[in-house]
């Protein structure tokens, strides 16, 4: 386990991902590690927003992975989104009926959230083509990777916490499917179902 945000949050990251904070700068309002060992080129980014009341939950993916796509300059042709997910974590983390689908059981709210308004999990994969290197890179520069993502609604606290885990695909693929649209990988499961929040403080 690793300590996120001065230990307010903890969650399991791969021992061989680094800490990029340590070789470069990193936002206040962010923790990223990349895997430095199987030049995968994966990023892991954790990233407290302001709470996007506008945003409904069936639309908080695709808004955040268009965010992402916008940051990336990828055009609209070269964004997909193969799944959605929308899991409210209040009533659905001990439903028997729910034990396959991907909420975040390691999840405590404080004594003092008795009765949260909302806290959803809104969980999605999707793709964009984004190019290599800086700036007046071509389209041949381009390449697909591959998003998995978490948005964390914490309406009681105005917060949205995104957990964002992004995959280069391999040079011989550049088909824009990837992997099974419908399934998230075993990196991405163990950190969200391990995720949680010690220190609620940090929010506000």
């Known amino acids: 386990m690793?300590?996120?945000?001065?230990?307010a949050?903890?969650?399991?990251?791969?021992s061989t991902w680094r800490d990029?904070?340590?070789?470069?700068?990193?936002?206040?309002?962010q923790e990223v590690y990349q895997d430095c060992t199987e030049e995968t080129g994966a990023v892991l980014v954790f990233e407290i927003l302001q709470y996007q009341s506008d945003v409904e939950n069936s639309n908080a993916c695709s808004f955040f992975l268009k965010d992402l796509a916008d940051a990336n300059e990828a055009s609209l042709e070269e964004q997909q989104i193969h799944?959605?997910?929308v899991v409210n974590l209040l009533l659905d983390g001990?439903?028997?009926?729910?034990?396959?689908?991907?909420f975040l059981p390691s999840l405590s709210l404080p004594a003092s959230m008795d009765n949260p308004l909302e806290l959803y999990a809104?969980?999605?994969?999707g793709s964009q083509k984004v190019a290599q290197g800086k700036k007046g890179s071509t389209t041949k520069d381009a390449h697909w990777i591959d998003v998995e993502l978490c948005v964390l609604r914490l309406k009681n606290v105005e917060?949205?916490?995104l957990v964002s885990l992004s995959i280069p695909r391999r040079e011989n693929d550049d088909s824009g499917e990837g992997l099974v649209a419908d399934y998230h990988s075993g990196a991405f499961k163990e950190i969200v179902t391990s995720f949680n929040i010690r220190d609620?403080?940090?929010f506000g």
């Open 2 to 7: 690793v300590d996120l945000f001065g230990g």
């Open 159 to 161: 917060t949205d916490l």
């Open 20 to 29: 990029v904070s340590q070789v470069r700068q990193v936002p206040d309002n």
């Open 200 to 202: 609620w403080s940090l």
């Open 9 to 14: 949050i903890t969650v399991s990251v791969p």
């Open 94 to 102: 001990n439903n028997d009926e729910k034990k396959g689908q991907l």
């Open 122 to 125: 809104c969980i999605s994969r």
């Open 83 to 85: 799944s959605e997910q």
